[in-house]
């Protein structure tokens, strides 16, 4: 018995080691991948994404618990910063998600995010596909914490809830384009400190002064994922939002979209392994590094000249 | 380029002196290794459920309360159960040489007691995780 036969009995071992044949790039992923794709169902993916320690990992465990106790199969996936030195990776999201009682059948897994930069690891969108395959319904993604600009999020997911505390940032930080853009929930959570109410404020103000209008008005919630202080009404809002996409068209707007990119990304993958087994085999870029670096070419040309002969070879 | 060397570290049971384990972890990450840590007061269950859907080549325990003789059992009898028997448990505490005897029998791949070096935990897992070969057909 093969492992896709075991992951198509429903084995939860076997589903996750595909996981790690999808994550590691093992030979024959592509064709486990559109294997699994044409079995999907159009998993519900919330995102969830905000700075470090805003309690993003906190909430997915109230969460993920909620929507297990309404009926909903449910899988995480946390991501966290692989070191850019090592590879390696501390994990440590699942530490906060022990409310989940294991016969739930939440389904969590951690990934490192391996050298992206995004906020989310380059195989992650991949991995859904296998989550949705196997059969859950709804799934919850968690990016590294963010700055500003790691938005990979919004081509994983449906609805993204973007969590904030009180010392996030004042009514200039609100305005800023990049991550305050693409929250369809404000959550700021651990709203008990100082300082919460004036972040509320700006970022209502900060969204009243949007000029492009949407249909969907993005709410904003104080949240304290620690005393599960309005965490029900943080997934009604999610789910407001899920039933706003199903009925206003914008859900297969959005993944129209997205599975654009995703078409790009594939052929982006083939090209570029096309051009370092090519181009920058058997010395190809030392041999152009070490003649610049005698002054007989300089970087501009030498990239011209490499790429028209990867050309003419293909 | 090899598959990354993926470690879930745990304590199980009710001893919370987690000094010990954070600094394997931290050995670990510094190896290249991904670390995922679960935490304090874990039981067996969490421990081999993780383990599972985390899809790690070793589990690493480290008790500190004497319950080893219990918990290490526990733990490999839940991963022989839910197909995981060809993931390594190891683990470190203070651990008598007659049951480091009786634990090696019952399956626990590696043990440690104080003095072990980082290093030689990070050497051992390395050689120890590529003798374990998988020839799973996948599709």
Known sequence: MSLYDKFLDGSVIALSRIISHIENLRPGYQELLSRLYRRTNGIYRIGLTGPPGAGKSSLVNLLAGQLADDGRRVAVICVDPSSPFTGGAFLGDRIRMQDIPVDKGVFIRSMGSRGSTGGLAAATSNVTV???????????????????????????????????????????????????????????????????????????????????KSKWEVPVIATQALHKKNTEELLRLILEHKSFLETSGQLSHIRGLQLQKKVETVITRLVFRDISSNILSDGVLEKAVDKIMKGEEDPYSAGMRLYKRFKLGS | MADKIRVLLAKPGLDGHDRGI??????????????????????????????????????????????????????????????????????????????????????????????????????????????????????
């Open chain 1, 130 to 212: 296998a989550l949705d395959a196997f059969g859950f319904d709804t799934l919850i993604i968690e990016t590294v914490g963010v700055g500003q600009m790691e938005l990979d999020i919004i081509d994983a997911c449906d609805t993204v809830v973007v969590t904030l505390v009180p010392e996030s940032g004042d009514a200039i930080q609100a305005l800023k384009a990049g991550l305050m853009e693409i929250a369809d929930v404000f959550a700021v959570n651990k709203s008990d400190r100082a300082g919460a109410e004036q972040m509320l404020y700006d970022l209502k103000s900060a969204l009243e002064m949007r000029t492009e």
């Open chain 2, 22 to 139: 954070k600094v394997i972890a931290a050995a670990f990450r510094d190896a290249g290794f991904e670390v995922i840590y679960t935490g304090l007061r874990q039981t067996p269950e969490q421990i081999v459920t993780a383990a599972i859907q985390e899809d790690v080549d070793a589990v690493g325990v480290s008790i500190l309360s004497g319950a080893h003789m219990i918990l290490f059992p526990a733990i490999l009898e839940l991963l022989k159960k839910e197909g995981g028997e060809d993931i390594l448990l190891f683990g470190g505490g203070i651990i008598s040489k007659e049951d480091m005897v009786d634990l090696k029998k019952a399956g626990v791949a590696k043990l440690y007691t104080p003095g072990a070096t980082t290093t030689e935990i990070v050497d051992w897992l390395k050689s120890a995780v590529k003798d374990k070969k998988s020839d799973e057909k996948i599709l």
